[in-house]
């Protein structure tokens, strides 16, 4: 299930409020402790993070979970964190928010809160597990639960209906997402030639998909320490093709050597401009969870249609 992007926090007491964890989305499938931990696109993560897989394998019952992987290093929490957890010994995390099979019975008509009470009763017998949580909430109070997660520069909130049922592989108005962070993913298509004492190459092209047509929206140079400059580039001089993915023009003023859209690098930014460019973009890491087609442009929605009663 996905959330739709809406410009501000709001209050409702028919609204829970969460974390928005920076993170990678997953899914444990676990059965007669047997434990497929995968992402939104398939791809397994049991090797990825075999600790979360080792308290997993503890569960008695058959059970579909749904989360987030988190790291956090010195007491920060963030996508950075995770791209580098292998050799830096950040924590991993797979904090849990939603529980939709359980053995063998479909929870998914529920409403989110009689799936909420099942999930804490079920991680109550496993509270011992050091690398699964469950997702805190809090009811009603969206703003100041907002300006909390700003003091503590976390990416921002989730919003959930109370009601709401579990639709998979939909974006609905039930889950909304309040960011603190400007970041988005977009897709890598090419890469500039490298200048001064940087090696492997100087900028990546980015864009990202607008009713399936990739469309231009910045580039970048920044965020690259060398280790990440030669995974980057080995990854993508393997992907080069000849011709431009834009049928117009680009304002770059270098060669530029075209790639598959294949590769997803998740991007800080300022602010989107006018003609929807992003401003100062940062590179933060790629995003092996998502497939190309899931970088998207995204409509914001006005949260003035939610209210207290909404």
Known sequence: MLAMLVNQAFNGENWIFEIKWDGYRAMADISKGVVSLYSRNFSSFNAHYPDVVKDLSKVKESVLLDGEIIASSKGHIGFQALQTAGHSGAKITFMIFDILFLSGVDLRALPLMKRKA???????????????????????????????????????????????????????????????????????????????SRKKFGSIILAQYVKRKLVFIGYTGTGFSEKILNELYGKMRRLIVKSSPFKENIPIHAPITWIKPALVAQVKFAEWTAAHIMRQPVYLGLRGDKPASAAIRERQVNTRKYNKKT
């Open 118 to 196: 099942m999930l804490r009763n079920f991680l109550k017998k496993y509270s011992r597990l050091k690398n699964i949580k469950e997702s805190d909430y809090i009811s009603g109070e969206g703003k100041r639960f907002y300006q909390l997660a700003v003091k503590r520069n976390l990416e921002g909130i989730m919003a959930k209906k109370k009601d709401s049922p579990y639709v998979s592989g939909e974006r609905t108005q039930y889950w909304l997402k309040i960011k603190h962070h400007k970041s988005d993913e977009a897709v890598i298509v090419g890469f500039t030639a490298p200048r001064g």
